[in-house]
């Protein structure tokens, strides 16, 4: 098993584009969350989904869009990139009676 | 809503001592806490967690926990401290009564000192 992957690992941005970036798992876990981590603040939600079709906010969802089309893919959208947004992404999963979460090897995000 | 503090920004241990980080936690019904461990430019590795039972939890890399109920308190422990331990520390919380979500805590970086 190849656990979380996510993609691409580092990424340049200008402040008003758009991206996506892909998180997948081949655990068959259902849920899926997205976290954002930066210095002193630690990892905040993003986004989480418990699901396909299913998804809801955390805690800092604003600037982000998330779909879950499928059970594997939880993809996380970036419409109109702010400096902001510079940090660095971990997506994440785990089943609902499975108190573990795995990490994906994270995404690096620079939006200038 | 759930919260995590951690109050320690940095814990700064000699090597061979033993070492705490402390985490105290909120939530509306009953937690499953844990604790990840993340090293320099990797992601999050689980170390160890409290679901029920026993309040002293053993993990990974000979960690272990207290879960105190009274204190809302689930701080990380080792007897003894290797330089090797030196990383970013999370305490995290999963509230059961509510939207099953899991927060973290701001992270503690611990620096063992040789």
């Known amino acids: 098993n190849a656990g979380v992957t996510q993609t691409p690992k580092f990424q340049v941005l200008k402040t008003g584009q758009s991206m996506t970036l892909q998180c997948a798992q081949d655990?068959?876990?259902?849920?899926m969350s997205w976290y954002r981590q930066d210095p002193g603040m630690g990892l905040r939600l993003i986004h989480y989904s418990v699901g396909a079709g299913i998804t809801d906010q955390g805690e800092v969802p604003n600037g982000y869009n998330v779909s879950r089309s499928t059970t594997e893919d939880f993809p996380l959208r970036l419409l109109s990139a702010a400096p902001s947004q510079t940090s660095v992404y971990f997506c994440?999963?785990?089943?609902?009676?499975?108190?573990?979460?795995?990490f994906g090897p994270g995404t690096r995000l620079l939006v200038l | 809503a759930q919260s995590v503090a951690q109050p320690e920004d940095q814990v700064n241990v000699a090597e061979g001592n033993p070492l705490t980080v402390k985490c105290t936690y909120s939530v509306s019904g009953n937690p499953y806490l844990f604790w990840y461990v993340q090293y320099p430019n990797r992601g999050l590795q689980f170390l160890l967690k409290?679901?029920?039972?026993?309040?002293l939890v053993k993990g990974s890399y000979g960690f272990e926990a207290e879960f105190n109920k009274s204190q809302t308190s689930f701080h990380l422990k080792k007897p003894s401290a290797l330089v090797s331990d030196s990383a970013l520390y999370f305490c995290a919380v999963r509230d059961i009564g509510r939207d099953d979500k899991i927060i973290f805590g701001k992270g503690t970086r611990l620096h063992i000192l040789p």
């Open positions: 655990m068959n876990h259902e849920y």
């Open positions: 409290y679901i029920t039972g026993d309040n």
């Open positions: 994440a999963s785990r089943n609902p009676e499975g108190e573990t979460q795995y």
